[in-house]
């Protein structure tokens, strides 16, 4: 077994060992609805007694759950809200959770991928082809999306030619209006008697035009080039 195959094994079974401890201690149950909520008062004093250290603590746990692929995310989004206020908790909870996703998207890359190209590379190249040519729209519609899981996007990206710079940048932009919804939300945490009270008319149908935004946006680029693209020279006219 070669080192960089040895080194891959290890921090595979790190991974699996800390994912597998996570649901093995019931944190997945330990830290449900009631308990945070029943927490977060107690939280936002000790949030205003030591702010950075309490911004400290929550970006290192959110990169964490997020590069792990744990499903604490709009938990953690929520509580940010709570902890930090809209504007603070938004520019905490995005740069975590791209930080996160960047860490998934490199680790998939890392550990996946040669095997996946070599047990599936003959049927990966329009993959390829499309991602080079389309890649960046098609990251933002997915990550613009509320319907498709996060990790799985971190994993999928991961196993395809995409750079990190595009991915970190696209999927910061892409998750951003998501982010300030649900960080907004989580500023009356403490209010809300069960999860479904967030979600209210105006939460799932903000989440829904979130998700044509990259449609639209397209579709005005493509007219604005239209615009601006001179039109072909007509026919020569016949001189009398």
Known sequence: MTRNRSIRLLLLLAIGATIAGFYWLGLDQQYDWEYVRSQVKHWQELTEEHLLLAVGIFFVIYVVCTALS?????????????????????????????????LAFLGSRYLFRESVRKQFGHRLGPIDRGIERDGAWYLLSLRMAPYVPFFLINLGLGLTPMRLRTFALVSWLGMLPASFVIVNFGRSLSDLEKPSDALSPMFVGSLALIGLLPLVIRLLLRRLVR??????????????
């Open 227 to 240: 615009l601006r693209t001179p039109a072909p020279p007509g026919p020569p006219v016949p001189s009398g």
């Open 70 to 102: 744990l499903p604490l995310a709009l938990m953690l989004s929520l509580v940010g809200g709570a902890l930090f206020g809209r504007w603070l908790g938004l520019l905490v909870v995005s740069l975590a959770s791209t930080t996160g996703a960047s």
